[in-house]
């Protein structure tokens, strides 16, 4: 059910999402604040991250500014990214990590790996509060502007037959002022708010990272796949 059978190009929001599009090729996380950003960042630097799973007792995750220069292996836990890659990989499928910054690199990548390509965006979670007072439990999903917009800018650096789901993505992008979008919608603004204007404006910078992090045996590296079992 809800698995866009009979297109080449999907998209499902967040863990359900993943299950929704397990029988894909590849599947394209995509967490623009802020975790596939950050993971743009320290693979652009010829790092590698390990996606943890994350929990409530996990802290703060690590936030973009702070990686600019970051190379080795960083271990990266994140409430929606993380968790998303390490469910993906689950499935067998190519896992790519899209940010606005590399979306049509990973575009590039996804085209070569696999047939059919499903996107799934993280969205939020209500009642999560890494910022202020602390984590709290997982509420229900929220989608979310940004990763609506992530989304639409890797579909549209993509050729096939487009699931409506990726088409409404694709319009959006292309028919949007992306940077002003992230930065006036309600996560942008609460970063902002809380002193990270600096990872938002990382994080809008649309295409200019060559960077495609591929998860290879629980690692995301930008290298070429030598392990795991994707199909």
Not at 82 to 87: F, G, Y
Not at 135 to 142: C, D
Not at 144 to 155: W, Y
Request: a negative charge; hydrophobic letters at 45%; proline letters at 6%.
């Amino acid at each position: 059910m809800f698995s866009q059978e009979g297109y080449q190009l999907r998209l499902e929001w967040g863990p359900q999402g993943v299950a929704a599009l397990r029988d894909c090729d590849v599947l394209v996380v995509v967490d623009v604040l802020s975790f596939t950003t950050s993971v743009d960042l320290v693979v652009g630097n010829g790092g590698q991250v390990r996606p943890s799973r994350w929990t409530p007792t996990s802290g703060r995750p690590l936030r973009p500014a702070s990686l600019t220069g970051a190379t080795g292996l960083v271990e990266m836990p994140s409430p929606n990214g993380s968790n998303l890659c390490a469910a993906a990989a689950e499935t067998g499928a190519h896992v790519l990590a899209a940010c606005l910054r590399n979306a049509p690199a990973v575009a590039a990548r996804a085209a070569e790996l696999g047939e059919t390509i499903g996107v799934v965006p993280a969205g939020e979670r209500w009642g999560l509060d890494v910022l202020g007072s602390g984590p709290r439990e997982f509420g229900p999903l929220r989608p979310c502007v940004e990763d609506h917009l992530g989304a639409g800018a890797v579909l549209a650096a993509l050729s096939g037959k487009a699931s409506p789901e990726a088409l409404l993505a694709v319009a959006a992008f292309r028919g949007t002022d992306v940077a002003a979008a992230v930065r006036e919608c309600g996560s942008g603004r609460e970063l902002v708010e809380n002193g990270h204007a600096a990872d938002v404006d990382l994080a809008v910078r649309l295409g200019v990272s060559d960077a495609v992090p591929v998860l290879v045996d629980g690692v995301l590296t930008g290298g070429v796949l030598t392990g795991g079992t994707p199909r």
